[in-house]
């Protein structure tokens, strides 16, 4: 038996296997005798009939089938234990040639251990950016305030005009029988034609309105058509934003106390007082966006400075993995996967690169922190599991015992840990770091 040896990568090993024409051919001999003793052959007792009369009455393909996997499996170990090496996963085995009187060939690819060399990850340079808050930023987050804070009010003796929100129910005269559609829309910032169309209807008139695709529309189906769009306006509504004074903030964001219980110290209640309450809640969150900038840079910099291998089977599981959940769901929403595909605009093989791809980037930072964890001996202790569920549950507004039902019900507890390990390693680079703030 000859065994060329081939390293594809530092994770995968290629092995071209030969068998001998000898070992072949006995090994089809012998695949032929076992094969007569257990079927019956007319005209003959049976386990008597005659080579040339088994040849012509078995399947052939099962015969090779047969011999190919015997021949195989009896070489398959002495030819790992002489290229000396250690399969991570399930090999991979490919017949390449086979013919009777002839050397069986095949291949083995063969997935070794993932392997990590971890560049410098102490004291990498990271700057550290805080956007400025502007006074108009400020001023605009002022305007959603009022925005959000004003409703709308039924309008019932004019025509609808541009800024108006619309109730309409739509329909097309190309989709006879559909129920037809009940949406809202302000005027002024749908299609230009639908716009036009609309602006001057009255409560309860019904018109059908002519509009033109543009060719970048979102929806690919109808980039650059032209449909017919029958429209019956229901209501109107419309508002106006007042203006921004002492006296609004205190009706609108002064906050009135419990019964029983004093009144904030210092409410809200002048523009002034809004304009720093709002500056200040900015600024907070300038700061913590940057310092999850600095996060990200420095796993960026980990990653991008270590050299990170690891068979491609295994990412071909995580694929396949996600493809079942991806039917399993289709299947409970009872939506096919051609329907799914056609309305992702990808193919099948376009899905799993996809998902090939995010699973790549995921396994290597995986395996960059599990290498780090184990060189720099970071643990996770039970006092920091509990410190995160109660994080989660004071994010989610939910009482601790309430969200550690949850985590166990549906069986998370290994997520919270993941998550607990990824914050614990990234706490550590970012310490082990050098952060300088910069200008924004």
């Not at 399969?87 to 095949?106: I, N, Q, T, W, Y």
């Not at 559609?181 to 716009?195: H, K």
């Not at 600024?283 to 796993?299: L, N, P």
């Not at 690891?310 to 996600?322: G, H």
Request: charged share 35%; hydrophobic share 35%.
């Amino acid at each position: 038996m000859l065994v060329k040896q081939d390293q594809i990568s530092p994770c995968e090993v290629e092995l071209d296997v030969e068998i001998e024409a000898e070992k072949v051919t006995s090994t089809i001999d012998d695949i032929y005798a076992e094969l007569g003793k257990a079927v019956t052959v007319p005209g003959f007792r049976k386990g008597k009939a005659p080579r040339a009369v088994l040849e012509s009455f078995l399947d052939e393909e099962k015969v090779r089938s047969r011999v190919a996997d015997r021949l195989i499996a009896k070489a398959y170990h002495e030819v790992i234990e002489e290229a000396d090496v250690e399969p991570f996963r399930p090999v991979d085995v490919e017949l390449v040639k086979f013919e009777a009187g002839s050397p069986m060939l095949f291949k083995i690819k063969v997935p070794l251990a993932p392997k990590v060399e971890l560049g410098e990850y102490i004291g990498l340079s990271i700057e550290r950016k805080v956007p400025p808050v502007t006074d108009q930023e400020v001023e605009a987050e002022i305007a959603r305030l009022i925005d959000d804070c004003t409703p709308y009010d039924p309008v019932t003796d004019r025509e609808v005009r541009e800024g108006d929100v619309a109730v309409v129910e739509l329909s097309r005269d190309d989709e006879p029988g559909k129920e037809p559609n009940r949406q809202t829309a302000t005027v002024g910032e749908n299609l230009p034609d639908f716009d036009k169309g609309l602006a001057g209807m009255q409560i309860g008139e019904e018109k059908i309105i002519p509009v033109n695709y543009p060719e970048d529309f979102g929806d690919e189906e109808l980039r650059g058509k032209s449909a017919s769009i029958r429209t019956r306006l229901l209501e109107i509504h419309t508002r106006q934003l007042p203006e921004l004074t002492d006296d609004w903030v205190k009706q609108n964001l002064t906050r009135k106390p419990e019964e029983g219980k004093e009144p904030e110290p210092d409410p809200i209640d002048t523009v002034d007082k809004l304009r720093a309450m709002i500056r200040n809640a900015m600024e907070k969150g300038a700061q913590a966006y940057a310092d999850e900038m600095v996060r990200a840079q420095v796993v960026d910099k980990v990653i991008e400075g270590s050299k990170v291998c690891f068979p491609e089977v295994m990412v071909e599981e995580a694929v396949d993995r996600r493809l079942a959940e991806l039917h399993e769901t289709l299947k409970q929403r009872k939506v096919t996967l051609d329907s799914y595909l056609r309305h992702t605009g990808e193919t099948l093989d376009q899905v799993r690169e996809r998902h090939a791809e995010d699973f790549r980037k995921v396994l290597t930072t995986t395996l960059v922190f599990r290498e780090i964890i184990e060189r720099e001996g970071i643990k996770v202790e039970e006092d920091d599991i509990d410190a995160e569920i109660r994080e989660m549950a004071r994010e989610r507004k939910a009482p601790v015992e309430t969200m550690r039902a949850y985590i166990e019900s549906t069986d998370s507890a290994d997520l919270v840990k993941s998550r607990v390990t990824r914050k614990k390693v990234v706490d550590f680079l970012v310490h082990a770091s050098n952060i300088k703030n910069v200008g924004g």
